[in-house]
């Protein structure tokens, strides 16, 4: 069973920073094979979207509009993957879901919430 749990969500102020984390537990990957993650968002009375995904080798691609603002990173000996968000806008503020894709199958964190208000 996959377990994916995300942490650093909160308020910040435009133009502000954050740094999302999601740890990964149970049957993450093998030896052969790293699976994908990613982040999406869903602000209110929106549907989810994809802001970022990397994958198992370090590939990233980004929504237009983060790309320059959110950097995606992974920790595989960690089973940990990280978003660094920076210049942050209103039009930011979601819930930010951590996403894994490994073997035909769709796994989710429950969510952390950010909001950028001043």
């Known amino acids: 069973q996959v377990r994916l749990v995300e942490s650093g969500g909160g308020l910040v102020q435009p133009g502000g920073s954050l740094r999302l984390s999601c740890a990964a537990s149970?049957?993450?990957?093998?030896?052969?094979?790293?699976?994908?993650m990613g982040w999406y968002r869903q602000a209110p009375g929106k549907e989810r979207e994809l802001v970022a995904r990397?994958?198992?080798?370090?590939?990233?691609n980004y929504a237009d509009s983060v790309k320059g603002r959110f950097a995606m990173s992974r920790d595989n000996a960690k089973k940990t993957v990280y978003m660094e968000m920076n210049n942050l806008k209103p039009e930011d503020t979601a819930v930010y879901y951590c996403?894994?894709?490994?073997?035909?199958?769709?796994?989710w964190g429950k969510g952390t919430l950010v909001t950028v208000s001043s």
């Open positions: 996403w894994m894709y490994q073997y035909g199958v769709d796994y």
């Open positions: 149970g049957s993450v990957g093998s030896v052969f094979s790293i699976p994908t």
């Open positions: 990397i994958s198992g080798g370090g590939s990233t």
